[in-house]
């Protein structure tokens, strides 16, 4: 199976070229601007497309589509970015080829799992064209291994003017989240047993102690907006794989569990004993998470 890669950021083209090696027989990345210098891990080739002054990323769809009629992957892996999925769409458009969104796993015969009715259930799904182009989260296929850029080969493809341009009117700054969930080892997901964004504070420490970052579930990024949209774990948020992932608060409902299931271990501190949380985790504490968070961090310490 021969996959193209694409995506918008250089860690996330990363992950997927290792994933993508795991399932592929050939693997090639498309790169925007110039390749030298950067680590592009698992692929054996690299598309550079040169970068145009003020394109958005959109106006590359017309040289995509161009380069995907050239390569004929049997998959184009994408990353599930705002922008890439437009990208997508239009390809699909364009080519006359599948896409398959928010894909959970991906096997070697080009089979994909994805979530439906909310995450109720789960799809088998198979593209019925010759190039599938399927979106896959972060941490899905798992994190980038180590770099191989000395083998990579590389070519230029030259850039096609769009037919229709996006012009830029203004650009500002979005504050910069600092967190790497995706590749932690050990996480901390908050939920609505906390009361207000001061007492996060608690859930920060217990980071700290065991070297962890702090995701959340959605309501506390998407309703109360305590912690940043990038940060929340679950079915429309980050799949992770931690070897530990403390829920604090959280109920448990499978629209978050999924985002989790696949850590190594699972602990969680709800006050509610029948809370569906217990059914999943590891270990349970049946508790009021203000007091038994605090007394934990400080044994660990
Ligand atoms: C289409 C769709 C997609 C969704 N996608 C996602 C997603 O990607 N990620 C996601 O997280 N959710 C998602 N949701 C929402 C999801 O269904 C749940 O509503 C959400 O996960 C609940 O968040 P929570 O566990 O923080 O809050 P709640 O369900 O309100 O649970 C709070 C928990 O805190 C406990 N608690 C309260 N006080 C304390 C205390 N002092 N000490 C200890 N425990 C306490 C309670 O017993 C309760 O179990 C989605 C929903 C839909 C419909």
């Keep these: 199976m021969n996959i193209l890669v694409f995506a918008e950021k250089f860690t996330a083209l990363n992950e997927l070229c290792s994933g993508a090696r795991q399932i592929g027989d050939r693997v090639e990345a498309v790169v925007i601007g ?17 970068a145009q002054s003020g394109a958005m990323l959109e106006d590359y769809t017309e040289t995509l589509a161009a380069l995907l009629s050239k390569v004929e992957p049997d998959i184009m892996l994408v990353q599930p970015t705002k922008r890439c999925k437009l990208i997508a769409g239009r390809l699909a458009a364009m080519l006359g080829a599948s896409v398959i969104t928010d894909v959970m796993e991906l096997s070697k015969n080009g ?19 010759t190039t599938a182009i399927v979106m896959v989260g972060p941490g899905v296929l798992g994190g980038a291994t180590q770099s191989n ?5 590389a070519e230029t493809f030259n850039f096609i003017e769009p ?8 650009k500002e700054q979005k504050p910069k989240v600092f967190v790497d969930l995706p590749n ?3 996480v901390v997901g908050v939920g609505r047993g906390f009361v207000k964004a001061e007492d996060l504070e608690i859930a920060h420490q217990l980071a700290e102690v065991i070297g962890g970052e702090v995701g959340c579930s959605r309501p506390i990024a998407e309703g109360e ?20 992932y403390f829920a604090l608060g959280i109920s448990g409902q499978v629209q978050h569990m999924v985002g989790i299931n696949r850590s190594k271990v699972v602990i969680a501190i ?4 029948n809370a569906p949380i217990f059914k999943q ?9 203000y007091k038994i968070v605090p007394a934990l961090t400080s044994k660990l310490k």
């Design 34 to 50: 110039p390749v030298e210098g950067q680590d592009i891990t698992g692929a054996d080739k690299i598309w550079a497309i040169p």
């Design 111 to 129: 089979d994909a799992k994805r979530m439906v009715y909310g995450g109720a259930a789960i799809s088998t799904e198979k593209a019925a064209t």
């Design 149 to 153: 850029t000395s083998n990579n080969e």
């Design 163 to 170: 037919k229709i341009k996006l012009i830029v009117i203004r």
């Design 184 to 186: 932690a080892k050990r």
């Design 225 to 244: 907006k305590w912690m940043p949209k990038e940060t929340y774990i679950g079915v429309s948020g980050l799949m992770l794989s931690p070897e530990v």
């Design 270 to 273: 709800n006050k509610d004993k």
């Design 281 to 289: 985790a590891d270990y349970g504490i049946v508790g009021d998470l």
